[in-house]
């Protein structure tokens, strides 16, 4: 029992991740800029919009998966039987042009896809909001079900 309602329970708990994610996109960026010389060819801006919208999807999946786990071990293997193939089928160690066709056709199911084609064109590219629209309202739709999923399968395992 709490004396918080759930929506303030769900923001204490994922508000601290969603701001690590921040801090540790912007480290990445830092140390690709100056380590290995990586271009920003974009504007920060669009790299931080799409990395909230990302956030909001890989958090949602976090939460679901801790609201159908029992305990902390099945939690730990839910989340790395999700994050393998997200990250294999997500175009950054595989071109999903070099992928069998029906095996794309389902990485279009994978917000890390978006989220991977978004930082590329952003840094390499140069792109912008207008050349990301298809990227970034996927990571918007992705976030916007799996998180309501998630928030209410939360708030029903709260009762």
């Given at each position: ?10 923001l204490g708990k994922m ?58 071990q099945q939690s730990f ?34 917000p890390v896809r978006y ?45």
């Amino acid at each position: 029992m709490t004396p918080i309602r759930p929506l303030v329970l769900l923001l204490g708990k994922m508000a601290p991740f969603f701001i690590i994610g921040i801090l540790d996109v912007a480290l990445a960026l830092v140390a690709g800029a100056t380590v290995f010389d990586v271009p920003v060819r974009g504007e920060l801006g669009v790299v931080l919009v799409a990395t909230c919208l990302y956030l909001l999807s890989t958090l949602g999946v976090g939460l679901l998966i801790s609201t159908v786990s029992a305990n902390q071990q099945q939690s730990f293997l839910g989340g790395l039987l999700f994050a393998m193939p997200a990250i294999l089928l997500s175009g950054v160690m595989t071109p999903i042009r070099a992928m069998p066709d029906w095996l794309a056709a389902i990485t279009r199911l994978n917000p890390v896809r978006y989220f991977v084609e978004a930082i590329r064109a952003i840094l390499l590219k140069g792109a912008g909001f207008q050349e990301l629209s298809g990227q970034l309202v996927a990571l918007a739709m992705f976030g916007t079900v799996i998180l309501t999923l998630s928030a209410l399968r939360f708030s029903k395992r709260l009762r």
